[in-house]
């Protein structure tokens, strides 16, 4: 089992930036990535951007790619998203996700984090 909590969410002005982190604990052995997704209010959840633990390879969504940075601190069991450039629309709840290789599939999502909101204004 693991558990997944994210902060840092918050406000922000336009072309402000925000850093959101995931701190992972429980069983963290076996991580084979985490992501990052976000939610408005009657839209689906998106991808955002994904990174691999054991090679640090990233993925990005191509509306935050470039403005965007995801990292992990393996260490730490952490990953973190760095938010430049803040946009009105990445308003949403930003959720962290866990892929573990020993269940399921390779890059499906096994753990979910409660979410952190975050609002741009204007």
């Known amino acids: 089992q693991v558990r997944l909590v994210e902060s840092g969410g918050g406000l922000a002005q336009a072309g402000a930036s925000l850093r959101l982190s995931c701190a992972a604990s429980?069983?963290?052995?076996?991580?084979?990535?985490m992501g990052w997704f976000r939610q408005t209010p009657g839209k689906e959840r998106e991808f955002v951007a994904a990174v691999t633990w054991r090679t640090g390879n990233t993925y990005y969504a191509d509306s935050v790619k470039g403005r965007f940075t995801i990292n992990r601190d393996s260490a730490k069991n952490t990953v973190y998203l760095q938010m430049n450039s803040l946009k009105p629309e990445d308003t949403a709840v930003y959720y962290c996700?866990?892929?573990?290789?020993?269940?399921?599939?390779?890059?499906?999502?096994?753990?979910w984090g409660q979410g952190t909101q975050v609002t741009v204004s204007s």
């Open positions: 996700a866990l892929d573990d290789s020993k269940i399921g599939t390779i890059y499906d999502y096994d753990y």
């Open positions: 429980g069983r963290t052995s076996s991580i084979y990535g």
